[in-house]
């Protein structure tokens, strides 16, 4: 099966290694001893760049559905010394209360999923996110012109990012109570779209 480590070795070929997951971690609002949930995590990247950012003084949790993943995610934050709580299950069904995180991530885990589910997703988001909590998409997106973007074309034949390509979250998640505070490429195909939940 492609997961775990082979997955890791995979994303480090197409530009989704450690220096990427670093400058995810760089572009959100962070301040030691805030709570993250990582949605559709994956091998625990973003955590695992996060808690490192802020010198291990976080509270991370990563939701996927892959047991693969998750295996591998527990290995890894083993082997850093990073603590990572992991749970099996759907973006769109976060088995959390209600307003419980700081911040809430998704590193191109959307593209992964349907427009349907991306929907409850974020309706789900809003529900666990303490009020003035940010939730953060990144997400492939319309490219901006680079050599990068020519090699990952055939990348994004397969993926369904239509809302992305045509920049739908921004009133997705307003009709959740998130509004935009930040839009940053972070690769000519990837861009965060960072959101606030207001009172």
């Given at each position: 099966m492609f997961g775990g480590k082979h997955y890791d070795i995979f994303a480090t070929i197409l530009g989704f290694g450690k220096s990427y997951y670093e400058k995810v971690a760089s572009v959100l609002p962070l301040e030691e001893g805030i709570c993250?949930?990582?949605i559709g995590c994956g091998t625990a990247s973003v955590g695992i760049a996060i808690s490192e950012n802020l010198g291990g003084n976080v509270c991370i949790h990563g939701l996927d559905l892959s047991g693969v993943?998750?295996?591998?995610?527990?290995?890894?934050g083993k082997k850093m010394k990073?603590?990572?709580?992991?749970?099996?299950?759907s973006m769109d069904m976060l088995p959390f209360a209600a307003e419980v995180f700081d911040l809430v991530v998704s590193s191109v885990a959307?593209?992964?999923?349907?427009?349907?589910v991306r929907k409850s997703a974020i309706r789900e988001v809003s529900r666990v996110l303490k009020d003035d909590?940010?939730?953060?998409i990144v997400d492939c997106s319309k490219p901006i012109f680079g050599l990068d973007t020519?090699?990952?074309l055939p990348f994004f034949m397969f993926k369904e990012n239509a809302d992305s390509w045509n920049n739908n979250y921004p009133d997705i998640c307003r009709e959740n109570?998130?509004?935009?505070?930040?839009?940053?490429?972070l690769k000519s195909y990837v861009k965060c779209q960072l959101f606030r939940k207001h009172y």
């Open positions: 993250v949930l990582d993943q998750l295996g591998y995610a527990a290995y890894k990073v603590s990572v709580n992991l749970y099996k299950g959307f593209c992964e999923t349907t427009s349907d909590g940010y939730f953060a020519v090699m990952m109570g998130l509004d935009l505070e930040k839009d940053v490429y």
